[in-house]
């Protein structure tokens, strides 16, 4: 069993959809939980980051871990074209752990 | 800024080949990485670094090798190189190892071995 376990879609949505991308894990000394943003041919860049179980929000992304669950959440709101890319979870504890990543893609 | 900057951008390797990929990285982060991406594999740690002189094994060290003569240099060698490195690699760096410091990606190596 992989210590991070992401779906990888792809999953495809019209614009203005809201997107709910997930991962489950199975290690809970993991402290850190980030989600990081793929575009293609390009390296991953940070989107969010949170440390506690809870929500935190920044414009059209809201990040939520649920540590009792081993759960962690990134919705999109009114989704863009531009946000089609490969999303990567990602947990920290001594070293950072990606899940596989989902591909996203945001059709107009 | 430049950040994170991987040469070369492509290669094609023949079995038993070897190269070296280089990083170089401009922020002047303490924290140096290399990993691979794979299809349904998500990135793996190859071998990592803490400081200038330092490196260390990390999930899939096999067949890797690296050195950090300078503290803005990350250098991965494949000594022989192998079908089953055929891969992209990413270098990242950080400023630190605490999980609240981002690491910074470069653009990635995309290599094939014949």
């Known amino acids: 069993q992989k210590e991070v376990e992401q779906d990888p879609g792809p999953l495809s949505v019209p614009e203005g959809a809201i997107v709910s991308l997930n991962c489950t894990y199975s290690?809970?000394?993991?402290?850190?939980f980030m989600w990081y943003r793929q575009y293609s041919r390009k390296g991953p860049e940070l989107l969010m980051y949170?440390?506690?179980?809870g929500n935190k929000e920044d414009g059209r992304f809201t990040a939520q871990v649920d540590k009792s669950s081993k759960y962690i959440s990134l919705f999109i709101r009114d989704s863009q074209p531009s946000d089609s890319a490969t999303y990567l979870c990602?947990?920290?504890?001594?070293?950072?752990?990606f899940g596989q990543g989902t591909i996203l893609t945001v059709h107009p | 800024n430049a950040g994170v900057t991987q040469t070369p951008k492509f290669r094609v390797l023949k079995t038993g080949q070897s190269m070296t990929l280089l990083c170089a990285q401009d922020?002047?982060?303490?924290?140096m990485y290399w990993y691979r991406q794979d299809p349904g594999m998500g990135l793996r740690l190859i071998h990592y670094?803490?400081?200038?002189?330092?490196?260390a094994k990390g999930e899939v060290p096999d067949g890797y090798n690296v050195s950090r003569l300078k503290k803005q240099n990350f250098l991965l060698g494949l000594e022989s190189a192998a079908p089953s490195q055929t891969s992209v690699y990413f270098c990242?760096?950080?400023?630190?190892?605490?999980?609240?410091?981002?690491?910074?990606f470069g653009d990635g190596t995309r290599l094939s071995i014949l």
């Open positions: 990242a760096s950080s400023y630190s190892g605490a999980g609240n410091q981002p690491q910074h």
């Open positions: 670094s803490v400081g200038e002189g330092t490196t």
């Open positions: 990602a947990m920290e504890y001594g070293k950072l752990t």
């Open positions: 922020m002047n982060h303490e924290y």
């Open positions: 949170t440390y506690s179980s």
């Open positions: 290690n809970s000394a993991f402290q850190y």
